[in-house]
């Protein structure tokens, strides 16, 4: 992985043994925080209310069982040996499955897409033993592409799973860092003052631990690993110690035997504890949410070796402890703590609250980089997004994402105060997520690995009835904090949904009445109006045609800039898209007009450029395309065709290739250029302004014609002169006799989201001054 672009290489077959044990120790502190942390809360969870603790173990030898299977055939089997296949260029999580259905099916939700995008190089499709679709998959891809309200099922499938996610990045850290905290309970100190303790503790790290967001992970990432190594060798220490010293036989306990045994007793309120079992696996979709990050190998020596055995251990000397001690029914006595010697009882109460902190750091660092996908798929308002580290990809910081969450933690952790109902909560949340990997999964399992529909139905039938079983054992607790994540996904669903229903409208709008480029050829080489100098960019979501705003704009002020450029910044179906494939370029015309289009793409998890290296590689690439298009070359050129026969070529820029045009520019004072000491002081200082002055470093072959000369040079001229952006200011309502859900989804939901979001152009930094909106209205 390019740690700068976060282009994935795929690497790891060819690298060391070395660098995979390295990742696979570095990702124990990013993948596994959550994960480690959950003994904590398990075995208190699950004994809190539905069943008791028992003379005769069988309800402590029954939840062993469930969770020592639970964590095999789920996070193992399904998770480390299935799931991490289906990555995406190297890419993990729900959108990856999403975005592998969308380069398989025309099922995207993307609606400026091109042929163009398709021969991208991130764009290959799966390899499979078997290449030839079956007829049923065949048939499946055709209804999918078929019926729209199958694609947008696929669509809402994603978005409930990354609003899930979200939810989780909530309950997470109030969970982990409440349980861990609740450790001060065991401590010195009389049974009345606690719930004055552990509340406001908690408080104060989850407000220290939001706070301190905006400084990144890449200062304090190095600490991560070995705090959750310390968490999992102690845990698994004092379970072998608790094994060793109270109950060796524990182990029989692992048989499914116990599980029948457990229900068959326990019947309805063992059905019920279900929900406190299934917390032993949440954080499990971390292996498949980072796994671009990391890599295959790494994530699955790091579980099967390490991560694994040391929750096998840490949950049966819980058990072996607990099958000696039968204080009473209480929660109280059958948590975490209560299994820990009294003697390192405070350092392992140290070890648990830095533990949370590093697992709740990892949950919200991957509700930041959901949130951005969201955004970068047009199915989420556009945020500010801060990249904290230079070096290491997907580090980054949504400061209005922060404070919601803060807000929204701390509520939760006030509100409940208890494990049981943040439990509740938190299990659904996790539940719910693995079901919709499980469903994307069996749709990849037929369209891009040709696997036979009989095998995806065993793979849900399978996983999708342990999951749903747990799904619906936590549903029954919707009134004891399991409505909390439906609230929360419902509340960001609708804002998603809304977001991208007025998007895609806006769009199909600007496409309805978009002005044919004939339009723009019958206006001549001036193109009808006073052409200044400068460049001008018009941005646009259309990727063909001109966009209304310019018809607008040259109607009411009918002067522009001596070089025109419609730049389209688009997002494709692929999480990186490499450099030297970035930029499209092409004519809008013939050349004397000076007028051209510029399609950038990015990937959904690609970082934007800030404006000056964006304004760099633009002018650079406009070069490239002219020496390039005017040589007789084949060069690297590749032709494309838009729907208005525009030729669009691919043109790296100077970071991709050292072969191409290079910029050069320095500042030039006015107050150099004029002539004597005289004049100089006579001119007020605001005149003496810094311009630029320009360069093109042409490579020697090949040899560019006298017409290609000129036109970088009237480039040249342009760039000296500055660059402007042109941005439409749209005013969308609902068209008059719509219905009424179309109104409050256009009128009011979308504008209001469009009011307090920011603009398209935020994301490459267009200094203010250098903007120019151009308002319009219309209805949709």
Known sequence: MDLETGTYKNLVKRESWRTVLTLAYQSLGIVYGDLSTSPLYVFKSTFAEDIDHSETNEEIYGVLSFVFWTITLVPLIKYVFIVLKADDNGEGGTFALYSLLCRHARVSSFPNNQLADEELSSYKKEISNNPDPSKLGSRLKSTLEKYRVLQRILLILALIGACMVIGDGILTPAISVFSAVSGVEHLAMPKEHHKYIEVPIACIILIGLFALQHYGTHRVGFLFAPVVILWLFTISAIGLYNIVQWNPHVYQALSPY??????????????????????????????????????????????????????????????????????????????????????????????????????????????????????????????????????????????????????????????????????????????????????????????????????????????????????????????????VPIALALIFMIVMYVWHFGTLKKYEFDLQNKVSVDWLLSLGPSLGIVRVRGIGLIHTELVSGIPAIFSHFVTNLPAFHQVLVFLCVKSVPVPHVENEERFLLGHVGPSEYRVYRCIVRYGYRDVHKDDMEFEKDLICSIAEFIRTQKSDTNGAAEEHSSNDNEKMIIVRTPLSSTEGIHLWEDNLDDSDIIGTSEQKHKQPPEVNKTRKRVRFLVPDSPKIDKGAEEELQDLVEARESGVAYIVGHSYVKAKPGSSLMKKLAINYGYEFLRRNSRASTDALSVPHASTLEVGMGYYV
């Open 258 to 483: 116990y599980m029948y045994n457990f229900l068959k007793k326990t019947q309805k309120r063992g059905w019920m504890s279900l929900g406190g079992i299934l917390l032993c696996i949440t954080g499990s979709e971390a292996m498949f949410a980072d796994l671009g990050h990391f890599s295959q190998l790494s994530i699955k020596i790091a579980f099967t070796t390490f991560v694994y055995p040391s929750l096998i251990l840490a949950y049966m000397g819980q058990a072996a402890y607990l099958s000696r001690h039968h204080m009473s029914a209480d929660d109280y006595d059958v948590g975490f703590y209560v299994s820990v010697p009294d003697r390192i009882k405070f350092p392992v109460v140290v070890i648990a609250i830095l533990a949370a902190v590093v697992g709740s750091q990892a949950i919200i660092t991957g509700t930041f980089s959901i949130i951005n996908q969201c955004s970068s798929l047009g199915c989420f308002p556009k945020v500010k997004v801060v990249h904290t580290s230079i070096s290491i990809h997907g580090q980054i910081y949504i400061p209005e994402i922060n404070w919601i969450l803060m807000i929204l933690c701390l509520a939760v952790t006030i509100g409940f105060r208890d494990t049981r109902r943040l439990g509740n909560a938190s299990g659904l949340a996790v539940i719910t997520v693995m079901l919709v990997t499980t469903c994307l999964m069996s749709v990849v399992m037929v369209l891009c690995w040709h696997q036979s529909i009989f095998r995806a139905i065993c793979f849900v039938f399978f996983f999708g009835t342990i999951e749903a079983l747990y799904f619906a054992a936590s549903l029954i607790k919707f009134l004891e904090g399991a409505w």
